[in-house]
Each structure stands twice: as C-alpha cells, then as structure tokens.
C-alpha cells in the first residue's frame, strides 16, 4: 500500500482523512506541531506515525520528506477558516508560505501525487454555483491565502510538470467537528431538546459530510497520473441547504418543541442565501457524493451518540 503524509491530521478534515486510510490499510505518518492537540486521532494514533515538524521551516521539511519518502501528501494545515482564527500574520504564513515551503521539500524528493486543500471561499459572494474556472473574488484575507496557495500550486504543477492538485471544499461537516460550529452545536443542543442561538434563516451552505471528502481525497490521489497535474476541483454536493432547513431537520429528529429564535445570533460578515459548488468536474473524475445533508447529519448523531464521554470531555467548553 501506499506511503502518506498528512499535514493537518489533527485537525477535523486532516483526522478524519487519517482514519481512513488507516483502516484501508495505508501506512499514515502525520506532521504535527509542537502543542498539538491529539484528542481526534487518540482511537487510531497506534497505527500512525507522526512527526514534529513547522512548516516554516523547509530544511527540516526536507529531511523529514526524504527520510519518509512518500507516495502521497495531503496538504490539510490551515489557519483562519474559524471566525475566532483572526491573526494575519499566521493566517498568511501557515496558508501560503507553510504551503510553498512543503511543496518545494516534497520536489526534491519526488512523489505521486500531491493534493492541496483549497476553500470555497477563495470564489467570494456569488449568485450562481461557482465553476473551477471563474473569477476568484476572495472574501477574507484567509480566502486570499488559500487563493494564493492554489495559484502557486497549480503553477508549480505546470512549470516542473508534476501532479499537484487542489480540492475546493465547501462546509464539511462529521464527526470531530469544531465544537463551535453550526452542526455539532445543533446537535449537542438538540439531545438537550433546544436550539442554539441563530443566525438569518435564509442564510445557505453546501454541506458535504466527511466520508464523501475521504472519497475525494483518495481519487484524486490515486488517479493522478490520469488527470491534468495541475487540476483544481469543488467538492460539494451541488445542493445548497437553508439554515432553516437545517434546523428543521434537527427538530423533527430530537422531536424539539421549541420555536428556533431566529437573528439571535450575529450574521458573520461572509454569510450569504446562495453558496453552492458546481462538482461536474469532479464528478466526470470519478466522484460522486453518497450522502446528502439528512444522511450525513443522520450518520453524524449517530457517532456523538457512540462517543458520549468524548463528547462531554471535549464539548463541555461551549456551555
């Protein structure tokens, strides 16, 4: 099987892509920072290999990429998607020299494929599903970074002809989210049969559940030297959800009887009616996402319910 690096495994995407493909067998090795948090990989750490790492600094990259010598990297270390993220100058470094600095380690000791994690955000506001090919309008420094980081990835693909490829993802959701994010905090709310504080019904998402993300990850991986070196692809589901529709959902699940308290949140200044992907080009790749949002967030109670004492270790810091 192959040989992977994941930058980010300790964090929510980066966890769940990890356990993956531990259980299919691949041989894992995560890059970790100094302080690391490991309380979403803990059930799987015995069949990980991590090491210390900074992505600011490119000679230890380097020694460490050519000690390993991977098949595959993913790229899921990021700064500054959460609103509480709010340091500039982490954002740009981690987002787009931290991206730089390991693209240029893995280039000197070669792979098969390496696939960026770039944002929906990095198109900004529109009122249509964006297209992989339009105009980038980033909505935020965060969203300029990681449109910084897609661009030199996929010119750095082309200049040296090597597969580097960049998956746009829209709200992934699962389980190991963030406390304070939407989902999980409807749902803890939820099995205590109330509501959250909320933001404007209409505001909409294109969620998309982790294990479809996996999917993406592991295609775009193992179909790289079929596909164009230097290709950005959405991974969304093409459908866009409603806060309200959302909450809905919640409601009939848990049986809620109290009313939702509409605006009783603050919207965030990128929050909009319409935020959908356009995923043909994925899709034509070989993708298709197999969960839509009831699933997902059907398969997503299910897990908290399997892991209360997590749930309340972890969860106990948003109430």
């Avoid at 691949?26 to 799987?44: A, D, K, S, T």
């Avoid at 909505?139 to 002809?161: D, E, G």
């Avoid at 109290?258 to 043909?280: C, K, L």
């Amino acid at each position: 099987m192959k040989r992977a690096i994941i930058t980010g495994g300790t964090g929510f995407v980066g966890a769940n892509l990890a356990e993956r493909l531990v259980k299919e067998g691949y041989e894992v090795h995560l890059l970790v920072r100094e302080g690391y948090h490991p309380w979403r990989i803990e059930h799987v750490l015995p069949h990980l290999q991590l090491f210390k790492a900074d992505l600011l600094d490119r000679e230890r990259l380097t020694i460490e990429m050519k000690r390993i010598k991977p098949d595959w990297i993913f790229h899921l270390a990021t700064y500054g998607a959460y609103s509480w993220q709010d340091y500039l100058e982490a954002t740009l470094q981690t987002n787009f020299i931290g991206t730089v600095n390991l693209v240029e380690a893995s280039r000197e000791v070669g792979f098969e494929a390496f696939i960026n994690t770039g944002s929906s955000s990095e198109y900004g506001a529109k009122d249509h599903a964006a297209t992989e090919d339009e105009l980038l309008e980033p909505n935020s420094y965060y969203a300029v970074a990681k449109a910084s980081s897609t661009l030199f990835c996929s010119y750095t693909a082309r200049r040296f002809q090597i597969p580097i490829l960049t998956l746009r993802l829209f709200s992934v959701y699962g389980p190991f989210e963030e406390p304070g994010r939407l989902i999980p905090t409807l749902i803890v709310n939820g099995m205590q049969g109330k509501f959250p504080s909320l933001a404007h019904p209409d505001i909409a998402r294109d969620f998309i559940f982790t294990e479809d993300v996996n999917d993406a990850y592991l295609l775009m991986a193992s179909s790289s030297n079929t596909l164009p070196s230097d290709g950005v692809y959405n991974v969304g589901t093409g459908h866009q959800t409603r806060l309200r529709d959302i909450v809905e959902m919640t409601r009939a699940i848990f049986h809620i009887e109290a009313e939702p308290v509409w605006g009783s949140m603050e919207n965030r200044s990128w929050d909009t009616n319409i935020w959908v992907a356009n995923n043909q080009k994925l899709c034509r790749a070989g993708w298709n996402p197999l969960h839509d949002i009831r699933d997902g967030l059907l398969n997503t109670i299910e897990w908290f319910k399997q892991n209360p004492s997590l749930i309340d270790r972890i969860y106990q810091q948003t109430h």
